[in-house]
């Protein structure tokens, strides 16, 4: 009987995780608002980075929220703002509006994802937390792929998508995030509450004094900062080396996403039986082997298996650096969940950098060997990690 209960908390958890996916819509809308009003790579990219901006903003100011009203409250809060930013593209596509859009998505975006997890910890517990979030991650892949193909179908189809092109994917996705809204509140979830007096600012960024705690959020930033950008460049390097249009290169976010869906699919189960640490080495050597074939080859093949090797090194690499930083601070969660999920301020820094980088060598080369920096980091944390 309490194993249903579990059960029956889980599914309107894991439909706002769905929800938590359409932050990743930013990648192939940002390359359709780049045709669209004939940007730059630098100015595209000002997108992605807007939207994961707010997460250096809001993140830690969550956590203490969290406190304050609890964990289900600050998530229905943060769906509640996704509603809006998914409203606001239906009345047009302006260089303004698309901004005040994203940067509501990456608002929505900060909250949910810092009070979502620990939510999900109220439900599970133990050993089961870094399969339970790889399972979230990867319901939240299935909304991260198929937006490519609403925007894809929207942008080719003008009659079905009401007129409004590749923005059809808003409207859709908002009506998603209505019915995780009245799901979710209709749930009752025990929450237990915080000891002591509510964490100050100081007191919370006082935790990345914790050398374990500040890997983990250098590590994090690195993991959003290569999926932010491999989202947003994938299409691009298809582009200059294929010669393909947009709408045959968006492809390559959907593929990225396919292979990220699966592997979070297989580490959810993977994780539960099989030491965090071996997986996340077998991982980061798919993100080497995909990075290293991304520099070198120039054929249609061989760089969508190098997308793929990509999407699937970077599935489970949040999922296990958040649980060891929640599992490393039990009594500090809330708060080290905000500054975790501060740590996807990584998707401002790299996309702006790469940006600048192709822009400077004028090929999506530069943008590559920013990633191969993140990359790298990656790989000298695995060394750091717990064996479980």
Not at 258 to 278: E, M, N, P, Y
Request: aromatic share 12%; glycine share 8%.
């Amino acid at each position: 009987m309490k194993e249903k209960s579990i059960y029956l908390k889980l599914i309107p958890v894991m439909l706002v995780f769905f929800t938590m996916g359409f932050v990743d819509l930013v990648g192939i809308a940002s390359n359709y608002v780049k045709l669209d009003l004939n940007l730059t790579d630098s100015e595209a990219n000002i997108f992605p980075s807007l939207v994961f901006f707010w997460f250096l903003i809001f993140s830690v100011p969550t956590g203490m929220l969290m406190n304050k009203i609890g964990r289900k409250k600050t998530v229905m809060l943060s769906l509640i703002v996704t509603f809006a930013s998914l409203l606001l593209p239906c009345f047009g596509d302006g260089y303004i509006l698309m901004l005040v859009s994203f940067s509501l998505l990456g608002i929505g975006n900060a909250l949910m994802q810092t009070s979502l997890n620990p939510l999900l910890s109220n439900i599970i517990t133990g050993d089961k937390l870094a399969s339970s979030l790889t399972f979230g991650q990867f319901v939240k892949a299935i909304a991260s792929f198929l937006a490519p193909y609403i925007a894809m179908w929207g942008a080719t189809q003008a009659i079905p998508s009401m007129g409004l092109g590749w923005r059809v994917l808003f409207p859709i996705y908002m009506v998603i995030a209505i019915i995780a809204i009245f799901f979710l509140g209709a749930t009752h979830i025990e929450e237990e509450k915080p000891e002591g007096k509510p964490s100050t600012y100081g007191e919370c960024f006082a935790l990345l004094g914790n050398p374990f705690i500040l890997l983990m959020f250098v590590g994090i930033m690195c993991h959003v900062g290569i999926d932010v950008g491999i989202n947003t460049t994938a299409p691009k390097i298809l582009m200059e080396r294929l010669g393909m249009d947009l709408h045959q290169a968006a492809f390559a976010t959907s593929l990225y996403f396919i292979v990220r869906t699966v592997g979070c699919l297989t580490g959810s189960f993977i994780l539960a039986h099989w030491s965090a640490k071996k997986f996340f080495i077998i991982s980061i050597v798919c993100m080497i082997a995909s990075m290293t074939g991304f520099l070198l080859f120039d054929t249609k093949v061989l760089l969508y298996v190098c997308i793929a090797l990509i999407g699937f090194g970077n599935s489970n690499v949040f999922s296990i650096l958040f649980s060891e930083a929640l599992l490393s601070m039990p009594q500090r969660q809330n708060e080290v969940s905000g500054l975790m999920i501060m740590g996807l301020f990584g998707g401002t820094i790299f996309p702006l950098l790469m940006g600048f980088a192709s822009d400077a060598v004028h090929s999506q080369a530069g943008a590559l060997l920013v990633l191969a920096v993140g990359v790298l980091y990656l790989l000298i944390l695995s060394a750091k990690l717990r064996q479980r």
